[in-house]
Nanobody, 126 residues
Framework: QVQLVESGGGLLQAGDSLRLSCVVS????????MGWFRQPPGKEREFVAS????????SHAVSVKGRFTISRDNAKNTVYLQMNSLKPEDTAVYYC???????????????????WGQGTQVTVSS
């Protein structure tokens, strides 16, 4: 059974930094691209960042580029999202997801991902 467990969310102030973690079990982590998505209050889920199975290709949404960085540690079956210079508009539930096929590049569409974590809340006050 594939499981993804996120951690690291919290209540922060604008300008703060935070690192989210997502541990994956039940799947050969090193063979799969990973993604981070978020769902702000009252809005649709949106792409934040993705990383290819090798880690060599990373993609970040325009809204977070230069502030957020995705990375992975295959030895720990973990994907990270380092978030710097947080803004109130970053407030959302953040989800990690694993791509539905092996050796992928990390697409931006949520429909390409087949397993998701439970989400972790990030709240940024001004």
């Amino acid at each position: 059974q594939v499981q993804l467990v996120e951690s690291g969310g919290g209540l922060l102030q604008a300008g703060d930094s935070l690192r989210l973690s997502c541990v994956v079990s039940g799947r050969t982590f090193s063979r799969y691209a990973m993604g981070w998505f978020r769902q702000p209050p009252g809005k649709e889920r949106e792409f934040v960042a993705s990383i290819s199975w090798t880690g060599s290709r990373k993609s970040h949404a325009v809204s977070v580029k230069g502030r957020f960085t995705i990375s992975r540690d295959n030895a720990k079956n973990t994907v990270y999202l380092q978030m710097n210079s947080l803004k109130p508009e970053d407030t959302a539930v953040y989800y990690c997801a694993v791509e539905g096929k092996t050796y992928g590049l990390g697409p931006e569409s949520p429909y390409e991902y087949d397993f998701w974590g439970q989400g972790t809340q990030v709240t940024v006050s001004s």
